[in-house]
């Protein structure tokens, strides 16, 4: 049976952490996502997942602190990217590079591992355990850290995104927000990377912008939608993962797919209507 | 605006030496030369994104280290991506906020602003479109808006008509002059065609062969001049308010090609 939801009433009281967890990640995903399509770098998402998860399960092999491993892994991979890539074409063959080597790291530290198979593969594919206290205080705190980040930096970075030439003839420091971006990306990443897994971030941080984008080009509008998007996405993929005894990812990851199909099919609609 | 005995040189080749350049506010300059003899350069110096040799360059006395929010900018005209979450006044927004910090606290004058530049530029019926469906004059009218909006003391335009054809040419380049004019702000226009500007240029600032020659279009838009800058001949022709400049087989040997 897939979906099974006699006994929901008692279940919801034991994901309150996962729960918590989700909704801060829908609101930094949603809004980070803007910027990750209007700066071109869904590969580099990708990337820094691949090293995030690499760092996660270093930590794992050597007894350290999971989520720190993640967040290391990221932002090596972040800093990286920073200073060598600012042509797009530079960056995208550096995160082709980084890409597999992080994945065989990781996969190196996993099989060297002694502990359980189950908890191994959580990292790349996500984690069916709830979230507990220590690691959701981690994940709020970098939820907090990079919303409160993104609202001070959004109009200077909408700035650079849009024409980076003329946003560093105004003034704005386009090197330094560039470098502060992928720290916050790789932030967010590394918190993602503990629910839905290094192989699904995307899910989280490019397809419910990408998604927001397609129905419309308002800049309030976008960020809005976009975290309705992620947040229907993460909490209802929990919710309905409860009643279906299957990991937490494809329900994840099969909704925000169904926003964006839905999206598209609206954003077509109307063009046929004009 | 002052550049002073600037100089800079990529290796072995000076892109220009000695430049001297005053520029009083309300003035036109237009810049012209070949690829690669360091117009872009020049406006980069000018931002301070660009070290030069020796020399200084100074706005009201004052270097500038990274862009200066006294400075406006057009860069040439670029497609923009539909995905683009931005309408076409938000680009005249960003102009009057976009190196601001944080949350805005003076939205009720800002808008009232870009209500003022809009109607400059006669954008009303266009305010509300996403910038990735714009055509190209129209993105470059709102980006002429977006240089004006914040009345800077000087406009930096790196070749802003290209790709445009004559009558959206003739369109924005009138509007720039307008605004300048309206505003006193000095305009230095990077170009490689002076004709769409000619009426509403004062001076031109011609660089090539690591030299320049600054002058009024009549002192220097002639055969003897550019000849003598060129280091061979050259033809300046002027027909029906035109000026058409005829190389013999010099532009096909470029000072560019040398180091790129």
Same mark, same amino acid.
């Given at each position: 049976?897939?979906?099974?939801?006699?006994?929901?009433?008692?279940?919801?009281?034991?994901?309150?952490?996962?729960?918590?967890?989700?909704?801060?990640?829908?609101?930094?995903?949603?809004?980070?996502?803007?910027?990750?399509?209007?700066?071109?770098?869904?590969?580099?998402?990708?990337?820094?997942?691949?090293?995030?998860?690499?760092?996660?399960?270093?930590?794992?092999?050597?007894?350290?602190?999971?989520?720190?491993?993640?967040?290391?892994?990221?932002? *090596?991979?972040?800093?990286?990217?920073? *200073?060598?890539?600012?042509?797009?074409?530079?960056?995208?063959?550096?995160?082709?590079?980084?890409?597999?080597?992080?994945?065989?790291?990781?996969?190196?530290?996993?099989?060297?591992?002694?502990?359980?198979?189950?908890?191994?593969?959580?990292?790349?594919?996500?984690?069916?355990?709830?979230?507990?206290?220590?690691?959701?205080?981690?994940?709020?705190?970098?939820?907090?850290?990079?919303?409160?980040?993104?609202?001070?930096?959004?109009?200077?970075?909408?700035?650079?995104?849009?024409?980076?030439?003329?946003?560093?003839?105004?003034?704005?420091?386009?090197?330094?927000?560039?470098?502060?971006?992928?720290?916050?990306?790789?932030?967010?990443?590394?918190?993602?990377?503990?629910?839905?897994?290094?192989?699904?971030?995307?899910?989280?941080? *490019?397809?419910?912008?990408?998604?927001?984008?397609?129905?419309?080009?308002?800049?309030?509008?976008?960020?809005?939608?976009?975290?309705?998007?992620?947040?229907?996405?993460?909490?209802?993929?929990?919710?309905?993962?409860?009643?279906?005894?299957?990991?937490?990812?494809?329900?994840?990851?099969?909704?925000?797919?169904?926003?964006?199909?839905?999206?598209?099919?609206?954003?077509?609609?109307?063009?046929?209507?004009? | 605006?002052?550049?002073?005995?600037?100089?800079?040189?990529?290796?072995?080749?000076?892109?220009?030496?000695?430049?001297? +350049?005053?520029?009083?506010?309300?003035?036109?300059?237009?810049?012209?030369?070949?690829?690669?003899?360091?117009?872009?350069?020049?406006?980069?110096?000018?931002?301070?994104?660009? $070290?030069?040799?020796?020399?200084?360059?100074?706005?009201? %006395?004052?270097?500038?280290?990274?862009?200066?929010?006294?400075?406006?900018?057009?860069?040439?005209?670029?497609?923009?991506?539909?995905?683009?979450?931005?309408?076409?006044?938000? +680009?005249?927004?960003?102009?009057?906020? %976009?190196?601001?910090?944080?949350?805005?606290?003076?939205?009720?004058?800002?808008?009232?602003?870009?209500?003022?530049?809009?109607?400059?530029?006669?954008?009303?019926?266009?305010?509300?479109?996403?910038?990735?469906?714009?055509?190209?004059?129209?993105?470059?009218?709102?980006?002429? %808006?977006?240089?004006?909006?914040?009345?800077?003391?000087?406009?930096?335009?790196?070749?802003?008509?290209? #790709?445009?054809?004559? #009558?959206?040419? $003739?369109?924005?380049?009138? +509007?720039?002059?307008?605004?300048? $004019?309206?505003?006193?702000?000095?305009?230095?226009?990077?170009?490689?065609?002076?004709?769409?500007?000619?009426?509403?240029?004062?001076?031109?600032?011609?660089? #090539?062969? %690591?030299?320049?020659?600054?002058?009024?279009?009549?002192?220097?838009?002639?055969?003897?001049?550019?000849?003598? +800058?060129?280091?061979?001949?050259?033809?300046?022709?002027?027909?029906?308010?035109?000026?058409?400049?005829?190389?013999?087989?010099?532009?096909?040997?470029?000072?560019?090609?040398?180091?790129?």
């Amino acid at each position: 049976m897939i979906f099974d939801f006699a006994n929901y009433d008692q279940l919801i009281p034991l994901v309150t952490n996962s729960l918590i967890a989700a909704a801060l990640l829908g609101l930094v995903g949603g809004l980070i996502g803007i910027f990750v399509m209007t700066r071109d770098m869904s590969f580099a998402v990708h990337g820094v997942s691949e090293l995030s998860f690499a760092g996660a399960s270093i930590a794992l092999l050597l007894g350290a602190d999971v989520v720190a491993g993640s967040i290391a892994g990221s932002l *090596v991979a972040a800093l990286i990217i920073g *200073v060598l890539g600012s042509r797009a074409k530079d960056r995208n063959s550096i995160i082709a590079v980084l890409m597999p080597f992080g994945l065989g790291l990781g996969i190196l530290a996993l099989s060297l591992y002694p502990g359980r198979a189950s908890n191994k593969f959580g990292l790349l594919t996500g984690q069916i355990v709830s979230v507990n206290g220590t690691s959701l205080e981690w994940l709020a705190g970098i939820a907090i850290l990079v919303i409160l980040s993104l609202v001070i930096i959004w109009r200077p970075l909408s700035f650079a995104s849009l024409d980076p030439e003329v946003a560093a003839a105004r003034g704005v420091k386009t090197g330094a927000l560039s470098v502060i971006f992928l720290v916050l990306l790789g932030l967010a990443v590394a918190a993602s990377v503990q629910v839905v897994g290094a192989l699904l971030v995307l899910s989280l941080l *490019v397809t419910p912008a990408a998604a927001a984008l397609r129905v419309t080009s308002s800049p309030k509008l976008a960020p809005v939608l976009s975290v309705a998007f992620a947040l229907t996405s993460s909490v209802g993929g929990i919710l309905l993962a409860l009643g279906g005894g299957l990991p937490i990812s494809p329900y994840i990851t099969s909704i925000s797919f169904a926003i964006y199909l839905v999206c598209r099919l609206v954003a077509y609609a109307r063009k046929v209507r004009k | 605006m002052s550049v002073k005995n600037a100089s800079l040189s990529f290796g072995e080749k000076a892109l220009w030496q000695n430049l001297d +350049l005053e520029i009083a506010p309300g003035e036109f300059i237009a810049v012209l030369g070949t690829n690669g003899s360091g117009k872009t350069t020049l406006l980069k110096a000018i931002l301070g994104q660009q $070290k030069l040799d020796s020399g200084k360059i100074s706005i009201a %006395g004052k270097p500038i280290k990274h862009g200066s929010r006294n400075i406006g900018y057009i860069p040439q005209h670029r497609s923009v991506d539909s995905s683009t979450p931005l309408l076409a006044r938000d +680009l005249l927004t960003l102009g009057l906020t %976009g190196h601001r910090y944080g949350i805005s606290f003076s939205a009720r004058k800002d808008r009232a602003r870009v209500e003022h530049i809009l109607g400059c530029i006669n954008g009303f019926d266009l305010a509300r479109k996403p910038i990735g469906e714009l055509s190209g004059g129209e993105l470059q009218r709102f980006r002429v %808006g977006q240089a004006v909006i914040d009345e800077p003391d000087l406009i930096l335009a790196d070749e802003p008509l290209s #790709a445009l054809d004559p #009558a959206q040419q $003739k369109i924005i380049a009138d +509007l720039l002059d307008q605004e300048r $004019k309206e505003h006193s702000a000095a305009v230095l226009f990077v170009t490689h065609d002076v004709n769409p500007i000619l009426s509403m240029v004062d001076r031109v600032l011609y660089l #090539a062969n %690591g030299q320049y020659r600054i002058g009024t279009p009549d002192e220097v838009m002639r055969s003897e001049v550019l000849s003598e +800058l060129y280091e061979t001949e050259i033809d300046v022709v002027r027909n029906q308010g035109r000026i058409v400049v005829v190389g013999s087989h010099s532009h096909e040997h470029h000072p560019e090609e040398d180091w790129k």
